[in-house]
């Protein structure tokens, strides 16, 4: 579902939020948007993946060359979050953002939500895939800067935290979670007035002054990759 012409699935793929506020009383709208994901049925997905392996793969692990992070190791909630965004247009609207501008044409593609949430549910099935290493860095530098930055909301070792909509960090490409952590400095992503969260993540990663503060970050978040079971 991505790639060169076809774009990274998300998205996101990265972060809801680095740093997250409390949530203010006009956002109870997203709010219970975002709690009405319908129950998925992996079989159901199985056909609608066929749009998305030429690019993410057959067992959702991605294609770097092909612009297509891992999906595999990816938070389901955070997934039909952010397919719905690009739907709802509050994702890839900008004409800079050529990858997400391609990711909410395939996100449109999809029928509806329920047919999203089959999507989900058939990704969430896949097991979990092992991460390229693309990008270096300094670990105990990386590890400051995260917890006075992200850890809060992402928890201590990037494991995500649903209820503060901050997703898992430490299943994601390193080279994907850079180019988010960009495009949000950049405001290319959390700049829609609707994007309650990723909205949060433009001051979060403005904190991160350079490439190297950057490597440092996602070295340490890379360094809690759960071990993958055989």
């Excluded at 159901?44 to 057959?58: F, N, Q, V």
């Excluded at 494991?159 to 909509?165: I, L, S, T, V, W």
């Excluded at 350079?210 to 360094?223: E, K």
Aim: hydrophobic content about 35%.
């Amino acid at each position: 579902m991505m790639g060169s012409g076809r774009l990274s699935f998300f998205f996101l793929i990265l972060t809801a939020c680095f740093g997250c506020s409390a949530p203010k009383k006009e956002e109870k709208q997203d709010k219970k948007y975002m709690a009405v994901q319908p129950l998925g049925v992996s079989e159901e997905g199985r056909p609608l993946y066929a749009a998305c392996k030429a690019c993410h793969g057959d067992y959702g692990q991605g294609n770097s060359k092909l612009n297509a992070p891992s999906l595999a190791n990816t938070d389901s909630w955070y997934l039909y979050q952010q397919l719905m965004n690009f739907r709802k247009g509050i994702r890839g609207y900008l004409p800079a953002d050529t990858h997400g501008a391609q990711m909410a044409a395939f996100a449109n593609a999809i029928k509806d939500s329920i047919s999203v949430s089959h999507l989900i549910a058939y990704i969430d099935a896949m097991p979990e895939a092992p991460l390229s290493n693309k990008l270096t860095g300094d670990i105990k530098k990386g590890e400051r800067t995260y917890q006075s930055i992200c850890g809060s909301c992402h928890g201590p070792q990037g494991r995500g935290n649903e209820a503060m909509h901050a997703p898992r960090l430490n299943g994601l490409d390193d080279w994907y979670l850079k180019r988010q952590i960009l495009n949000f400095k950049n405001s290319l992503r959390g700049a829609h007035p609707q994007d309650t969260y990723g909205s949060q993540m433009i001051p979060m990663a403005t904190l991160l002054k350079d490439d190297q503060s950057i490597n440092d970050v996602i070295a340490y978040i890379r360094s809690n990759i759960p071990p993958i079971a055989q």
